[in-house]
């Protein structure tokens, strides 16, 4: 049977997407994208910025803008930090789950990394709206990283 790549291992891929929201768990995804990186291949950092319909889509967000600026800045140090070349993309978009495929989509990514907190709504564990989306809509395989969730005096696991 033909080896497909005599470089790439079976569980790595050679082009990764890694979302990136500014959150704790960023650091530990990025880890991780970076570890699911082909040694050949390329790491993809993207932060969305979601613009209210409200606003222009083009609308100039300073500082919303320069925290982006920022979180992208860590992503491309910890990518340094495993030998892995890497671009960074701060997109403005409407919704972040629809950005997300189309970034990589166009980007030719072979999967997608994504954090994801541990947060709770009305009691319940609860994914958001951009998980789902981006599950059900990327045409690339997707890993999801979940936190650890809290454990507290009040809660039963």
């Given at each position: 049977m033909a080896d497909r790549d005599a470089h790439a291992h079976p569980t790595t891929s050679r082009k990764v997407m890694v979302a990136v929201g500014g959150q704790e768990i960023d650091a530990e995804t990025?880890?991780?994208?970076c570890r699911?990186?082909?040694?050949?291949?390329?790491?993809?950092?993207?932060?969305i910025i979601e613009v209210n319909r409200s606003l222009p889509l083009g609308a100039v967000l300073d500082d919303v803008v320069e925290r982006g600026e920022k979180i992208l800045d860590e992503v491309e140090k910890?990518?340094?930090?495993?030998?892995l070349?890497?671009?960074t993309e701060l997109v403005q978009a409407r919704d972040t789950g629809p950005a997300l495929v189309d970034e990589a989509v166009e980007w030719g990514a072979d999967l997608i990394v994504m954090g994801l907190p541990y947060k709770r709504r009305f009691g319940e564990f609860n994914l958001g709206k951009t998980v789902p989306y981006v599950l059900k809509n990327a045409n690339c395989r997707v890993m999801l990283f979940r936190e650890h969730r809290e454990h507290r005096d009040?809660?039963?696991?």
């Open positions: 990025v880890r991780l994208a699911m990186t082909d040694p050949q291949g390329r790491l993809y950092g993207v932060h910890l990518a340094a930090a495993s030998q070349p890497v671009e009040d809660e039963t696991p």
